[in-house]
């Protein structure tokens, strides 16, 4: 299994919703007609938590804006990336420190 999906696999299994905030992601959630945006409402009824990746190539005001999506959340912690330069060993050591997934000693 390669380690994005063992990343991703480890978060859904803990029960936390899973939000890659790119560019396309928040112009998805600008455009979805339903109040509010239909994959978050389903989110806020499954979890109350979520792990908000934010892309760094975002600007200053649409990284407020995705936020704003995810007001109503009891906990949301984020993890800044560079889409463009994705690190999957880097993106696992975060996600190690948040303790969304725990740590191996064979990694």
Excluded at 6 to 16: K, P, Y
Excluded at 99 to 106: C, E, F, N, S
Aim: charged letters at 30%.
């Amino acid at each position: 299994m390669n380690k994005q999906a063992t990343i991703f696999e480890a978060i859904a299994s803990s029960g936390i919703f899973l939000a890659l905030g790119t560019a396309s992601y928040l112009e998805e959630l600008r455009n979805d007609k339903s109040d509010p945006a239909q994959q978050v409402k389903m989110a806020k009824a499954l979890r109350k938590r979520v792990l908000l990746l934010i892309d760094s190539n975002l600007s200053p005001g649409q990284k407020d804006e995705l936020r704003t999506f995810f007001d109503d959340f009891d906990e949301v912690r984020e993890v800044t990336f560079d889409s463009r330069q994705l690190n999957w060993d880097g993106l696992k050591v975060a996600l190690e420190g948040l303790a969304v997934i725990p740590k191996r000693k064979d990694d």
